[in-house]
């Protein structure tokens, strides 16, 4: 029963995509109030569930359906809770600003009817319970999107968007089989909480399994935009806003998900970890070198997912499923405003412009003094919730990332030269540690029975040197931009930073139509 509430409004979503466009589209008014009405009432039921989750009242609910031979069915556990509540909110709020939004176009009933579907089909694919629906729901979810991205179809950017994104997606999905295929050799089931049982029992890794985790990493930095399959996602700037938005906090998610869902199973494949600790270093490091150089606000944001992507592949790659959790929650919800209030950017720029200029040097002493400050407050934030960063995985390299992180944002304060200002903004970078320490704490109690217990095993140099070299030289490269004027030889970089390296056209000269057209 309580299996049949989770997953009965997302089928229906998925149903809503049977009735034609031609039906939807006269009848627009009920067809939007239906996919909203749906969509608030999976969150209205997904909440409460959730919360009894948290909180140890509902157990794991691993249930199939009788007469599938155990091929649909639903695992819900914490990982699951915590996804569904993210997917089903922002589906509810996009499909609610989708209304006023796209009011008054002809192909709205359309639109809704592939909205329903796709927010159906992630929804179905977080509650799967064995890898065979997990992958249904994966095309589906594809599937979804690419109708979506075709909304303004008589746009060419918009066609072109679409196919590159059919393309890589494909090659995804090859690789998703593929590890589906070499697991079911391995494990003789493809029934979630079987083979995390299996998972946990076994002691030698095998090179099927070696195979199937690489394919698996394959798979999710096709969905989720990794170097270097990333070059789709800058081109999906012709589709709505709410298309974006439902994009960008949402769908390239699933590759995050598969991480952290089918993690039991990679913790036996700890050289495709390495590997996609590697991509995710770079494809972070690349998103926001090119997020810099870019003017365009909505391509701005699709850089942004990309980084925020590839630094969440790091944390899985790393071994912290935990924080990579917590950071597709926080990053979806802030992508999702992001993108929904992206029309009012320019008038929020004009109430800020009398702000005063950033011209002030910043001895590097002041900063070196700052940086232990923010390390020191980290170990206190994590103790004091009770987490051990020393044998918490990856725990030592994410704290100093973010300790980096809140340099840089004090070194910009400092060269406003408003000393009142920094002191608020010290006191909000403590908070930020305290919260997100908080919030690790959190995410970590719910879905820490769902995680492996094993600890992965790199070569933590050669991580660790990737690391510094990546998210060091961003810091380098932001202050040199904020302290002195631009050198000839920036001013170059910055030329090739702002049309991608070329590397999709490069991709394109060397694949031709299967990439370009």
């Not at 909205?115 to 992958?135: E, K, P, Q, R, Y």
């Amino acid at each position: 029963m309580l299996a049949a509430s989770i997953a009965l409004p997302a089928f229906i979503l998925v149903c809503v995509a049977l009735i034609p466009s031609s039906v939807a589209n006269p009848n627009v008014r009920l067809f939007r109030r239906l996919v909203s009405v749906l969509t608030g009432l999976q969150l209205i039921i997904v909440t409460a569930m959730g919360v009894s989750v948290a909180t140890g009242l509902l157990p794991t609910i691993d249930a199939t359906l009788p007469g599938t031979a155990g091929l649909i069915g639903v695992h819900y556990d914490g990982v699951a809770a915590l996804m569904l509540m993210l997917v089903s909110f922002v589906g509810w709020i996009i499909c609610r600003y989708s209304i006023r939004y796209l009011d008054g176009e002809s192909t709205q009933g359309r639109y809704f009817r592939w909205a329903g579907f796709t927010i159906g089909a992630v929804s179905l694919l977080v509650v799967s319970g064995n890898l065979l629906m997990f992958f249904g729901c994966w095309v589906m979810t594809s599937t979804g999107l690419h109708q979506m991205l075709l909304h303004y179809s008589h746009r060419d950017a918009a066609r072109k968007a679409a196919h590159t994104k059919f393309v890589i997606s494909r090659l995804g999905d090859m690789a998703l089989i593929g590890a589906i295929v070499l697991i079911y050799i391995q494990f003789k089931t493809l029934n979630l909480a079987e083979l995390f049982a299996a998972a946990e029992a076994v002691t030698d890794i095998t090179p099927a399994m070696t195979w199937a985790g690489l394919l698996l990493v394959i798979g999710a930095i096709t969905k989720s935009a990794q170097f270097p399959f990333h070059t789709w996602l800058p081109q999906t700037m012709e589709t709505p806003t709410p298309v974006s938005a439902l994009m960008h906090a949402g769908i390239v998610n699933a590759g995050g998900y598969l991480m952290i869902r089918t993690s039991p199973l990679l913790e036996l494949a700890p050289s495709a970890l390495l590997i996609l600790t590697i991509i995710g270093a770079i494809t972070a490091c690349f998103g926001a070198v090119v997020m810099m150089t870019q003017t365009s606000i909505k391509k701005k944001l699709a850089y942004s997912t990309m980084a925020q992507m590839g630094f969440m592949m790091l944390q899985c790659g790393l071994g912290a499923f935990s924080a990579a959790m917590l950071h597709i929650l926080a990053h979806s919800l802030y992508k999702a405003h992001s993108f929904l209030s992206s029309g009012s950017v320019m008038s929020l720029h004009s109430a800020t412009m009398g702000a005063k200029p950033e011209t002030t040097p910043v001895p590097w002493f002041k900063l070196a003094g700052f940086a232990v400050l923010f390390v020191a407050l980290f170990f206190v934030a994590m103790t004091v919730c009770g987490i051990d960063v020393m044998t918490k995985p990856g725990g030592l390299l994410l704290g100093g990332i973010l300790c980096i992180a809140l340099t840089h944002w004090i070194s910009q304060v400092m060269r406003v030269g408003d000393q009142p200002l920094l002191m608020r903004s010290i006191a909000m970078a403590a908070a930020m540690c305290f919260f997100y320490a908080l919030g690790f704490a959190a995410v970590d109690t719910i879905i820490a029975d769902s995680l492996p217990t094993r600890v992965v095993e790199h070569a933590i140099w050669l991580v660790a040197g990737i690391i510094v070299v990546g998210f060091g030289g961003m810091f380098l490269l932001q202050s040199r931009l904020a302290s002195a004027s631009p050198s000839p030889r920036l001013n170059r970089w910055y030329i090739h930073a702002s049309n991608g390296f070329y590397f999709e056209k490069s991709l394109q000269r060397i694949f031709g139509r299967l990439v370009a057209n």
